[in-house]
Antibody
Framework: EVQLVESGGDLVQPGGSLRLSCAASGFTFNNYWMTWVRQAPGQGLEWVANIKEDGSEKHYVDSVKGRFTISRDNAKNSMYLQMSSLRAEDTAVYYC??????????WGQGALVTVSS | QSVLTQPPSASGTPGQRVTISCSGSSSNIESNTVGWYQQLPGAAPKFLIYGNNQRPSGVPDRFSGSKSGTSASLAISGLQSEDEADYYCAVWDDSLNGVVFGGGTKLTVL
């Protein structure tokens, strides 16, 4: 059974940093692109970043470029999102999903990140 | 303001057929394949359609997708109360070099 489990969500002050993790199981992790998608309270889905199977290619939404870094550790079947210079508008539930482009077959349950003083 | 335009709401009665549109441009829908997602209240999104019109295993054939030019559509036939949810389209955008989601459509089953 495919499982994606996010962790690391927390309350953080504006300008602070946080690292989210996504632990994958039930499939061959290094065969798939992986993606982060977020959803602000009461809002729609927003694609954040994706990463190629071997980590050699990464893409980001403009609003997080230079502040967020996506990475993965295939030996640990895990993906990460290092977030810095956090802003109030980064407050959202962050989902990890299996897939690179529009085909996200599996999603985690989400991790809540709240940016507030 | 999303790059992909969806109607904010749609509605239908049980048994009816409803269609949700997703309007884009030459850099996204016209040149790439579209996916659709269903999100029930308080839950993670669920994979519904990929490759414009392909259904993953387990998705009822009441759900169908189509694409023409710079627009795509999701059709739900034989509407059921459990179909009440938010629906999102998604596609790669060649200009933005990233994925874009539509703003979402809230479907109400009357």
């Amino acid at each position: 059974e495919v499982q994606l489990v996010e962790s690391g969500g927390d309350l953080v002050q504006p300008g602070g940093s946080l690292r989210l993790s996504c632990a994958a199981s039930g499939f061959t992790f290094n065969n798939y692109w992986m993606t982060w998608v977020r959803q602000a309270p009461g809002q729609g889905l927003e694609w954040v970043a994706n990463i190629k199977e071997d980590g050699s290619e990464k893409h980001y939404v403009d609003s997080v470029k230079g502040r967020f870094t996506i990475s993965r550790d295939n030996a640990k079947n895990s993906m990460y999102l290092q977030m810095s210079s956090l802003r109030a508008e980064d407050t959202a539930v962050y989902y990890c999903a299996r897939g690179g482009r529009q085909r996200y077959e599996y999603w985690g349950q989400g991790a809540l990140v709240t940016v507030s003083s | 303001q999303s790059v992909l335009t969806q109607p904010p709401s749609a509605s239908g009665t049980p048994g009816q057929r409803v269609t949700i549109s997703c309007s884009g441009s030459s850099s996204n829908i016209e040149s790439n394949t579209v996916g659709w997602y269903q999100q029930l209240p308080g839950a993670a999104p669920k994979f519904l359609i990929y490759g414009n019109n392909q259904r993953p295993s387990g998705v009822p054939d009441r759900f169908s997708g189509s694409k023409s030019g710079t627009s795509a559509s999701l059709a739900i036939s034989g509407l059921q109360s459990e179909d009440e949810a938010d629906y999102y389209c998604a596609v790669w955008d060649d200009s933005l070099n990233g994925v874009v989601f539509g703003g979402g459509t809230k479907l109400t089953v009357l």
